[in-house]
């Protein structure tokens, strides 16, 4: 057993093997106000917004980060909320906050991460009938931002790379990352996994070009790569491939 290996506390095993063995199954109830979905809120001030792919990058490790927390396992307060989330057909919805919004958005149940000024957090689920109003009330479209620079690819942490093609809006490639980060970290090996935990799930976010695709796909068929297809209820086509993730050397095996 290695070093990491025996490290790992038994706690987080137990997340790790929730999350490995994969979501959804469940189906919808037959009530739509029971339909489960984790909300996001994307922190976007008026004035000097945060870089696309710095928020986006906080938005998949916030998802994560929540789905490994402490409070999700067994016994845990949030326990029985993120299994129904978790065992049914996953959702997720990215809402946009700035100011005294984004505060209270805090009081809320969830977990919040930073990366490099941009904010995000990713609440316990729920049914969507049941929202808590500080997060129901904001808003869901429009959330958009400019063209940023190219991002510089970290090589010490997993790359989730978003299909440019698809021209998804922030709000939609910010769940889509949360579902690529979710999935990374589940078919990751629950020593490598907790190897990322301790780097605070970071991540880089970047768009691939058709060309960079390819290859990501080659990647995907040879099992070194996780791909996200999306459900298609908004923005894209059924079975779309909107985001693949690749682990860096070190968390990869």
Not at 123 to 152: C, H, M, N, W, Y
Not at 210 to 216: A, N, T, V, Y
């Amino acid at each position: 057993m290695s070093s990491i290996e025996s490290s790992v506390d038994a706690g987080f095993a137990a997340r790790h093997a929730e999350l490995a063995r994969g979501y959804g199954g469940g189906g919808d109830p037959a009530d739509p106000a029971l339909v489960q979905a984790m909300q996001m809120v994307l922190h976007i001030p008026k004035n000097d917004p945060p870089g696309r792919g710095a928020l986006l990058a906080a938005a998949a490790s916030a998802v994560v980060a929540l789905c490994l927390d402490e409070r999700v396992g067994p016994g845990g307060e949030w326990e029985e909320r993120y299994l129904t989330w978790k065992r049914s057909r996953i959702r997720k919805v990215a809402r946009r906050a700035r100011g005294a919004q984004w505060l209270a958005a805090q009081e809320v149940d969830g977990v919040t991460v930073e990366f490099e000024g941009a904010q995000a957090r990713a609440f316990v689920p729920g049914p969507v009938g049941a929202i808590d109003p500080r997060i129901k009330r904001l808003q869901i479209s429009g959330t958009e931002l400019p063209e940023a620079e190219p991002i510089a690819i970290d090589p010490e942490s997993p790359v989730l790379w978003v299909n440019a093609e698809l021209g998804m809006t922030v709000g939609k490639a910010a769940a889509q990352v949360g579902h690529a980060s979710m999935l990374l970290a589940g078919a990751l090996p629950v020593a490598r996994a907790y190897a990322w935990a301790a780097q605070g799930f970071r991540c880089t976010v970047a768009d691939a070009d058709p060309g960079q695709w390819s290859e990501l796909r080659r990647r995907v068929a040879q099992g070194s790569a996780v791909a996200v297809r999306d459900a298609g209820f908004t923005e894209v086509a059924p079975g779309s491939t909107t985001v693949i993730a690749v682990p860096v050397p070190g968390l990869s095996q």
